[in-house]
T-cell receptor, first 111, second 112 residues
Framework: SQKIEQNSEALNIQEGKTDTLTCNYTNYSPAYLEWYRQDPGRGPVFLLLIRENEKEKRKERLKVTFDTTLKQSLFHITASQPADSATYLCALPYNNNDMRFGAGTRLTVKP | NAGVTQTPKFQVLKTGQSMTLQCAQDMNHEYMSWYRQDPGMGLRLIHYSVGAGITDQGEVPNGYNVSRSTTEDFPLRLLSAAPSQTSVYFC???????????FGSGTQLSVL
């Protein structure tokens, strides 16, 4: 069966550091992958989309990689700030109309 | 431009009651969907619609109905609430075949 696993439930890092969140998937062959941010009590907010033919995508202090051989996406935040504290979700298309989400990684950036 | 608006924000039901969660978007998106979010399980798709008059089931459709009479509105109906339907419900819409979903702020539902 299909699975999407995000590396750990929670990560704590110091302000200014870089951290990496992992999204691994099995029994999918996605044409693209998306990352979302979710703050407590709010709906997820779309951050980045990366396609299968793109190795890397950047947006401001965010960098996402997509390795279809390893079936893995890495999400990097550089120069982290307390405002980056949130839950980060990866999502893959199961079919044309069904996005499947990982359970998320809760990131806390301490000042 | 309000985006995706969900009402109510909170709701408590007794087992067996029915209710409708409302969702409206003002972005002229053809695609709309309902997800539920449970701790440790991620978001799971309940139903979706690719346009007015067209709906289909997602991963966990049992106990829920939807209809799409207009592009803007996509209500979710709980027919006979059960404690297993206690969850946070999110409506989402998209303008693209690549999803890039826009989410509402959610409805927290408790079924006693």
């Amino acid at each position: 069966s299909q699975k999407i696993e995000q590396n750990s439930e929670a990560l704590n890092i110091q302000e200014g550091k870089t951290d990496t969140l992992t999204c691994n998937y099995t029994n999918y062959s996605p044409a693209y992958l998306e990352w979302y941010r979710q703050d407590p009590g709010r709906g997820p907010v779309f951050l980045l989309l990366i396609r299968e033919n793109e190795k890397e995508k950047r947006k401001e202090r965010l960098k996402v990689t997509f390795d279809t051989t390893l079936k893995q996406s890495l999400f990097h935040i550089t120069a982290s700030q307390p405002a980056d504290s949130a839950t980060y979700l990866c999502a893959l298309p199961y079919n044309n109309n069904d996005m499947r989400f990982g359970a998320g990684t809760r990131l806390t950036v301490k000042p | 431009n309000a985006g995706v608006t969900q009402t109510p924000k909170f709701q408590v039901l007794k087992t067996g009651q029915s209710m409708t969660l409302q969702c409206a978007q003002d972005m002229n998106h053809e695609y709309m969907s309902w997800y539920r979010q449970d701790p440790g399980m991620g978001l799971r798709l309940i139903h979706y619609s690719v346009g007015a008059g067209i709906t289909d089931q997602g991963e966990v459709p049992n106990g829920y109905n939807v209809s799409r009479s207009t592009t803007e509105d996509f209500p979710l109906r709980l027919l006979s609430a059960a404690p297993s339907q206690t969850s946070v419900y999110f409506c989402a819409s998209s303008y693209s075949s690549e999803r890039k979903l826009f989410f509402g702020s959610g409805t927290q539902l408790s079924v006693l």
